[in-house]
C-alpha cells in the first residue's frame, strides 16, 4: 500500500483539484484507511518507550488532506502528503507542544521531525533562561551520538540577532538564538515496505525522545 499511496499523491500533486479527488474518492478512502491503521500501530508502539503519549485515537493524529488557502498565495485545494503527528493529548493543537511528526509526500520521501515548533513568547523564555542557567543537559541530549548521526543537529529557524534581554556574546548564543526547537531530516523510501517503513520511524522518534522529554520541562 505505500507504493500504492506514494502513485497516488504523485497524480494528485499533477491534478490538484476537487474534480479529479472525486474522481479517485474510492481509492483515497483506502489509503486513507490504510493510513489510519498504519498510524494506530505507531501509536501503540510509541506507547512503550514514551509514557506520556499514551494510547491516542488515530483520527486525532493525523492531519487533514484539505490545504487551509485562506492566507496563502497558493490556492492548489489539497497537500501533495499524508502526515501524524504525536502529541500528549492528541494532535498538536499548539504548536509549542513538544512531540513527533512524519510525512510521506508524492516525491516517496519520508520527514521526521520532532521538537516544538511556533514556541508561545513565555515558554521561549523559560527554555532561554533555563539554557543559560545550565546548558549541559541539552548539550548533551545535542551531543548524543544517535541523534547526531539521524538529525545533525536542531533545524529550527533562528533569529538573525540576539535574542532582547540575553548577552550577544554569551557563549551559547547560538542555542539562545533558536526560535523553535526542532530536528527533522528526509529521506527516500520508494524501496521500504510498510514493515522497514514502520520500524525507521519508531527507531527515530525513539532517538528524539531524550530532546522532547528536555522541552516538556517547560
Given amino acids: 500500500m505505500l507504493d500504492n499511496l506514494i502513485n497516488f499523491l504523485s497524480k494528485l500533486e499533477q491534478n490538484n483539484s476537487k474534480t479529479w479527488l472525486d474522481k479517485n474518492r474510492d481509492e483515497y478512502n483506502k489509503l486513507r484507511d490504510w493510513f489510519k491503521f498504519f498510524v494506530e500501530k505507531l501509536i501503540n508502539e510509541i506507547a512503550r518507550f514514551d509514557n506520556d503519549i499514551g494510547f491516542l485515537e488515530p483520527k486525532n493524529c493525523i492531519y487533514r488532506l484539505n490545504r487551509d488557502v485562506r492566507f496563502s498565495h497558493n490556492k492548489l485545494p489539497y497537500k501533495t502528503y499524508f502526515s501524524a503527528s504525536f502529541h500528549h493529548g492528541g494532535k498538536c493543537q499548539k504548536d509549542d507542544v513538544p512531540g513527533y511528526y512524519f510525512q510521506i ?78 530536528a527533522g531530516y528526509q529521506k527516500l523510501i520508494t524501496n521500504f515496505d510498510e514493515d522497514k517503513l514502520q520500524k525507521n520511524i519508531l527507531k527515530d522518534f525513539n532517538t528524539l525522545l531524550p530532546f522532547v522529554q528536555w522541552l516538556r520541562g517547560f
Fill in 105 to 182: 509526500d508524492s516525491d516517496g520521501i519520508l520527514f521526521i521531525a520532532g521538537g516544538s515548533y511556533m514556541i508561545e513568547s513565555k515558554k521561549l523564555l523559560r527554555i532561554r533562561k533555563q539554557i543559560v542557567k545550565d546548558p549541559q543537559e541539552l548539550k548533551k541530549v545535542l551531543a548524543d551520538k544517535k541523534f547526531v548521526r539521524t538529525f545533525y543537529g536542531l533545524s529550527g529557524n533562528q533569529l538573525k540577532t540576539h535574542p532582547r534581554g540575553f548577552d550577544k556574546d554569551h557563549k551559547d548564543i547560538d542555542l539562545l538564538r533558536y526560535k523553535n526547537f526542532t
